[in-house]
């Protein structure tokens, strides 16, 4: 089957750094991109790895690796915004057509 | 600014009715989806779409049924709603072959008393 999993709940403190891990088990993969989504609204898009390696986004940077099936999120220098949900989610194909989501990790953060 | 739009925030049904919920973007994306996203379960694929008049199953197809008949809307069709179908649904639409960048809508709160 299909299976992407996170941590259910990460806590912090302003300022901090924190890291959310995403390991997946899926038939055929493409890519893996990580969507944020506050309270009652809809899920953003935060970033995308292709390839093994990290990408940087301002303070968020993104890193995968294939061979391990794992990937993870590391917010820097957290503020009280990013106090949200994040997912991590499989591409099975280059045509983004299977979109697969995890579960989600429930980040809060506090002063 | 690019915008998908759910036709409904909030909807109330009763079980075995028949109920439709409508999705329409206009980014001109190929594919679209429509999840089910339920607490400590995460968002979960119950259809898609790569064209027009195109759909395949999700994870959870049963008890839904979609249609597309124009490449901007694609419609969610609940053939007899019950009660464990109430949830939030998420419509969402990408470009073929961009990566993996979902765009998504704000959501339908379903309830079926």
């Known amino acids: 089957g299909q299976s992407l999993e996170q941590p259910s709940e990460v806590t912090a403190v302003e300022g901090a750094i924190v890291q959310i891990n995403c390991t997946y088990q899926?038939?055929?993969?493409?890519?893996l991109s990580w969507y944020q989504q506050h309270d009652g609204g809809a899920p953003t898009f935060l970033s995308y790895?292709?390839?093994?390696g990290l990408e940087e986004t301002g303070r968020f940077s993104s890193f995968l690796s294939r061979s391990d099936s794992y990937g993870y999120l590391l917010l820097q220098e957290l503020q009280m915004k990013d106090s949200a949900s994040y997912f991590c989610?499989?591409?099975?194909?280059?045509?983004?057509?299977?979109?697969?989501f995890g579960t989600g990790t429930r980040l809060q953060v506090f002063p | 600014d690019v915008k998908v739009t759910q036709s409904s925030r909030y909807l109330v049904k009763r079980t075995g009715e028949k109920v439709f919920l409508e999705c329409v973007q206009d980014?001109?994306?190929?594919?679209m989806f429509w999840y089910r996203q339920d607490p400590g379960l995460g968002l979960r694929l119950i259809y898609f779409?790569?064209?027009?008049?195109?759909?395949e199953k999700g994870d959870i197809p049963e008890g839904y049924s979609v249609s597309r008949e124009k490449k901007e809307r694609f419609s969610l069709i609940l053939e007899s709603a019950s009660t464990n179908q109430t949830s939030m649904y998420l419509c969402a639409s990408t470009r073929q072959f961009r990566g993996t960048e979902a765009f998504f809508g704000q959501g339908t709160r379903l309830t079926v008393v």
């Open positions: 779409s790569y064209d027009v008049k195109m759909k």
């Open positions: 790895n292709a390839l093994d």
């Open positions: 980014m001109d994306h190929e594919n």
């Open positions: 989610a499989v591409s099975r194909s280059p045509n983004t057509d299977k979109l697969i």
């Open positions: 899926t038939s055929g993969f493409y890519g």
